[in-house]
């Protein structure tokens, strides 16, 4: 039989290129389609099986679960050089996923591409552009009518290139995801960093940027430098006060931000079995705060008991046919392996500032006293992607009932967020949602809001000193409310519902009481919750789009003078010389994430304008030379102002630029704009200690040099005055250092070397300027 990647082609010239899923057409044997949505899209678990053997036969040992689902959707698998951390894979993903703001440059990019469909089945989710402000129905209609443009745009690109719409109002894209379209041993990838939450259903899903996306949405193997495979083995069960949500929360402390780069965390163990469906979700939702490729869980009876209830018992009685292939081999072996016993784990809080301080709720409040943290708890905050689901939801209900007989209210604001249309509508009909607006909570719509920074939150002043508690995943200064003195914890969606109860970060409901409105004081049970309504889901209102059988006479508009929308323009080739002269645009001193590159929160209505949104560019990093933000020196001029200002000013008059960055430089979300703004102002190179994986990436895919120094003291040797020249550039090649010439304003030089990643293709990239200069030159 000829190799997958030829078949692939001759059946795509047969049907016209990239017009059709190939697995549509190979499919051979139990026809069961992905989704509800796409009847004629099949899930091929017979040629992940045939993949599967090919490798084992090849590697000859025991393969972890991550293996099984990463080496059976390789584009070659007989011939693909295989060795965990060094090798790039090339992939063929089942589908793709993309939120509006990130989806907004993606099908720009696609657009420019010149293709006339997606390959892969493809969707849209409206959940970034809604922002917090008054309660659900009128937050809705406010973004419904600030956001008609962009709204527009996505729907009616959709249409035109066969990709699903979900509408604003119905829900959190990874939320939508588990609910209709992750299963066991599916390969997603989504343009959000919390795309692995898929994991939760046995799935492997990565966040990636736009550009992989467009990709993969060509029909173009998607590369990915071959995971190495973190287990993490859980014995005993969960109970009481413990959640899913601390067994992340510990494993975030233990890895720190950056242990799991390059990595994917396996979890298995006898501990598996007492977690949820959607309580797996959670754990792999915020694996990204640590920095993994992502997460998954094994298939096992929880996930078939959530396909079940989901309208999927097809999915889950042919997951049973295949479970060999969805779980890992006896004798695997791991790169790293942690053991957690779910006995002994005690609920846990992560903050301020970073998702991995990990404290025990029972420690922190002595913690914050030392520290000077704000105990006292302004407000609480529960749902978003990672703890959204009908179990969490139950579990605070639980909590709040309990305050409630005893005549008590939230002492802190409290908002709830649900993850979706159905969650919405169920919560509604069992008396959960009522139970939390009597504890005091405001219901807000089902979308992202404060968690991404969507919150017009009034209570406080910007620089006003505080503290704020989420069941949120991330909590990087500044993120949920644009205060850089908010500090921000998370935790469990039950725990913040007893801390804001309680109104203080000095409270553990495991043994602290509470005073009640008759003056006796009584103690919080643990909350116990149905992990799945008992009746069916409500599905609550219909929010899909299908995209038209024909869509030949869709238009897809996009104004010259919109201020929200902006057709892309090729970036420049490189010119084959060595860069020389570089100014340092900033110096980067400490924590650098993507939230501090390209801020989120007012700056998401800007998404698909690229220039208008590259006037956030690295407002948020701190500059070494001042320790201040957005505040630079202008090398000409010699005036200090904002990064932006700077970036253009050099950018006007042809002076091309770098940005030195520290450690894991780009964690955080998976947003392109970070690397899209610098390539769009100038910039050729970004040179750090070590890069955030999706971000790295980013960078390559927009002709950025993405460097790190081959000895990270060198970091110390370059002043924010120094010019840079970047050799070897004409011999670029890959696992081959490149030089820099550090050139000091008195006269001197040092020549340090800097590292890289690229592979051929990936230098092919800068050569061309960007990926998508790239594809079009191979069209």
């Known amino acids: ?192 960093s919390h795309t692995p939450n898929g994991g939760g259903l046995g799935g492997i899903c990565i966040g990636v940027g736009g550009a992989d996306a467009v990709d993969v949405m060509a029909g173009i193997p998607w590369e990915l430098k071959c995971p190495k495979v973190i287990g993490v083995k859980l014995t005993g069960s969960l109970s009481g006060w413990t959640s899913p949500k601390d067994v992340i929360l510990k494993v975030a402390g233990i ?77 695997c072996h791991y790169d790293q392996l942690i053991e957690i016993n779910l006995n002994e784990l005690k609920p846990h809080i992560n903050g301020p500032f970073t998702p991995d301080l990990a404290h025990p709720v029972a420690e922190v409040g002595t913690v914050a006293e030392k520290e000077g943290w704000p105990l006292d708890i302004r407000v609480g905050l529960i749902g978003s992607c990672t703890n959204s689901s009908y179990e969490d939801m139950g579990r605070s209900a639980a909590v709040a009932k309990q305050a409630l007989a005893h005549g008590l209210k939230c002492k802190s604001q409290f908002t709830i967020t649900p993850g979706s249309e159905q969650i919405r509508a169920t919560i509604e009909r069992d008396g959960y949602a009522q139970i939390l607006r009597e504890v005091g909570g405001i219901v807000l719509a089902n979308a992202c809001g404060p968690c991404i920074g969507q919150w017009d939150r009034k209570d ?159 407002i948020g990093a701190i500059n070494i030379e001042n320790g201040k933000a957005n505040s630079v020196r202008n090398a000409v001029t010699q005036e200090f102002g904002p990064v932006p200002d700077t970036a253009r000013y050099y950018k006007k008059h042809g002076i091309r630029w770098v940005v030195i960055g520290d450690e894991n430089y780009g964690e955080g979300s998976s947003r392109e704009h970070a690397a899209l703004e610098p390539r769009h102002l100038g910039g050729r190179a970004i040179i750090t200690k070590s890069f955030a994986r999706i971000h790295e990436t980013n960078l390559k895919k927009q002709g950025l040099l993405p460097l790190t120094f081959a000895d990270p003291a060198d970091y110390n040797k370059i002043h924010p005055v120094d010019k840079l020249t970047i050799q070897g550039l004409k011999d670029f090649a890959p696992g081959k250092p490149l030089k820099c010439i550090i050139k000091h304003p008195n006269g001197t030089q040092e020549t340090i070397l800097l590292n890289h990643t690229f592979n051929e293709t990936q230098i092919e990239w800068f050569r061309a300027g960007s990926a998508l200069n790239r594809m079009k030159e191979l069209q």
Request: glycine share 8%.
């Open 1 to 192: 039989m000829a190799p997958y990647s030829l078949l692939v082609t001759r059946l795509q010239k047969a049907l016209g290129v990239r017009q059709y899923h190939v697995a549509s057409v190979l499919c051979q044997r139990a026809k069961v389609a992905m989704s509800h949505f796409e009847p004629h899209e099949y899930i091929r678990y017979d040629l992940l099986e045939k993949n599967i053997d090919i490798v084992r036969k090849r590697l000859n040992r025991p393969l972890t679960l991550s293996e099984k689902i990463v080496y059976g959707h390789l584009d070659d698998p007989a011939k693909q050089e295989i060795e965990r951390g060094k090798t790039y894979l090339r992939l063929r993903p089942d589908r793709v996923a993309m939120q509006d703001a990130t989806a907004q440059m993606a099908m720009l990019q696609f657009i420019s591409s010149g293709l006339p469909k997606v390959a892969v089945p493809s969707t849209i989710h409206c959940d970034h552009l809604i922002e917090a402000q008054l309660g659900g129905e009128k937050d809705l209609r406010r973004a419904k009518d600030i956001n008609q443009e962009v709204y527009n745009f996505l729907a009616t690109a959709g249409a035109k290139y066969g990709v699903g719409f979900w509408r604003p109002g119905s829900g959190i894209i990874h939320q939508i995801i588990l609910e209709n379209y992750a299963y066991p041993g599916v390969l997603l990838i989504g343009t959000d």
């Open 460 to 618: 406080i002043k910007k620089g006003e000193k505080n503290t704020i508690v989420t069941s949120y995943n991330r909590n990087f200064t500044g993120r949920n409310d644009a205060n850089p003195e908010t500090h921000a914890f998370v935790t469990s969606p039950e725990i913040v519902t007893a801390l804001a109860i309680a109104g203080t970060l000095n409270f553990n409901p495991e043994t602290d009481f509470l005073t009640g409105k008759d003056g006796k004081k009584f103690k919080l049970e643990a909350p116990d919750a149905d992990e799945l309504p008992q009746a069916e889901f409500d599905p609550g209102q219909d929010t899909y789009q299908h995209p038209p059988k024909d869509s030949s006479g869709q238009r897809v508009d996009v104004s010259p003078t919109s201020q929200r929308l902006q057709l892309l323009e090729p970036f420049d080739k490189w010119d084959g010389k060595d860069l020389e002269d570089l100014q340092i645009l900033i110096k980067v001193k400490g924590k650098c994430t993507t939230d501090h590159i390209s801020a989120a929160g007012p700056w998401l209505k800007f998404r698909g304008h690229l220039d208008n949104i590259s006037n956030n560019l690295l």
């Open 255 to 331: 890895l720190t931000v950056k242990g799991g780069t390059g990595a994917i965390v396996e979890y298995h163990g006898p501990g598996v079995d007492s977690i949820s469906c959607t309580g797996m979700a959670t754990i792999c939702n915020m694996g990204a705060e640590i920095g993994a490729t992502t997460s998954v869980f094994p298939y096992n009876h929880r996930m078939k008991k959530y396909l079940s209830k989901t309208g999927r018992e097809d999915i889950a009685k042919l997951a049973d046919e295949y479970k060999d292939h969805l779980v890992p081999d006896p004798g």
